[in-house]
C-alpha cells in the first residue's frame, strides 16, 4: 500500500481549479480534493499547488519544474497540454517534446508520477470538433511517455461520464465541481489508494451536481504546517505569486 508523504500539483487552469470554487471563495478543483484523500491515509502529509492558469507546456517546465524537483516529492500530479492544443499554429510536437522532459526528469528521482489523458473534446464540444486531431496527438504522446517512464495514468478519454455535462463547467471546457470530484477519484485509483477502483468513470445517477469528495484542504506558503479535517497533518499547499501570474483564463 503506497504511503505518499510529499505529494506537488503541477500545471494550468484545470489544476489550479478553475470553476471550482472562485477567487473569492478560493479554488479547491481536483488536486485539492485528492489531497484530502491521501490525508486519510498520511496524515502528514505535505502538499503543494504549483498551477497557474494560462500556463503552456514551456510555461510549466521553465516556472514549474525546478520548484517542483526541489521539493523532493515522491508524487506528482502534473496535467499539461490542453493550452498548447488550443494555440492553433504552434509547433505542438515541439511542445511535447518539452512535455516528456518533464516526465523524464521527475520520473528520475524516484517520484511516482501521474498525468492525464485528456477526453475527447468532439463528443464534449462538437464546436471545438477541429481541435480533435491535437488532442489525439497529445494523447498519443502521453501513453508512449507512459510506456517509457512507467506513469500513472488518468484515462479520461474513453470514461462514460466525462460526456456528462454535469462533469464540465459553463464553458465545457474546465471541469464543474463535480468534475474535479471524480477527477480526484480517478487520480485516487491511478495513485493506487487503497478503496478505490475505477467506478469513477461510470455515468452519474440523478442526484444534484454538488461535491462529496470531503473538506477542503487549507492553503497556504509552501510546506505549511496544518490541520486538515481535524487530522493534525500538515498539509499545505503553495500559490507562489499567483496574484501576479493569473494572466489568462486556462
Known amino acids: 500500500m503506497p504511503n505518499y508523504r510529499r505529494f506537488v500539483a503541477m500545471g494550468d487552469s484545470q ?17 485539492d480534493r485528492f489531497a484530502d484523500l491521501l490525508v486519510n491515509d ?35 500530479g502534473i496535467c499539461i ?14 511542445a511535447l517534446d518539452l512535455m516528456e522532459d518533464c516526465y523524464a526528469r ?61 462533469m464540465w463547467s459553463p464553458d465545457r471546457v474546465h471541469g464543474s465541481s463535480l468534475g474535479h470530484e471524480r477527477f480526484a477519484l480517478a487520480a485516487a485509483e491511478a495513485a493506487g489508494l487503497p478503496g478505490f477502483d475505477h467506478t469513477w468513470a461510470q455515468e452519474l445517477d440523478d442526484r444534484p451536481a454538488e461535491s462529496r469528495a470531503g473538506g477542503s484542504a487549507p492553503r497556504s506558503s509552501g510546506w505549511a504546517p496544518s490541520s486538515a479535517h481535524g487530522s493534525g497533518g500538515a498539509c499545505g499547499a503553495s500559490r507562489r505569486g499567483m496574484a501576479e501570474q493569473r494572466d489568462g483564463p486556462n
Open 15 to 31: 489544476t489550479e481549479g478553475l470553476w471550482d470554487g472562485d477567487d473569492k471563495s478560493g479554488l479547491r478543483g481536483w488536486a
Open 42 to 76: 498520511s496524515p502528514d502529509l505535505l502538499y503543494a499547488n504549483l498551477a497557474v492558469r494560462g500556463r503552456r507546456i514551456a510555461e510549466v517546465r521553465d516556472e514549474q519544474l525546478e520548484i517542483a524537483l526541489a521539493m523532493q516529492p515522491d508524487l506528482v
Open 81 to 94: 497540454g490542453m493550452n498548447d492544443v488550443t494555440r492553433i499554429g504552434s509547433d505542438l510536437e515541439d
Open 106 to 166: 521527475l520520473t528520475a528521482t524516484g517520484a511516482t508520477v501521474m498525468t492525464t489523458i485528456f477526453p475527447d473534446v468532439r463528443r464534449i464540444v462538437p464546436i471545438a470538433k477541429s481541435l480533435g486531431p491535437r488532442v489525439d496527438q497529445v494523447n498519443e504522446r502521453i501513453r508512449e511517455c507512459g510506456q517509457k517512464y512507467g506513469l500513472r495514468l488518468v484515462d479520461l478519454y474513453d470514461a462514460p461520464v466525462m460526456t456528462d455535462l454535469r
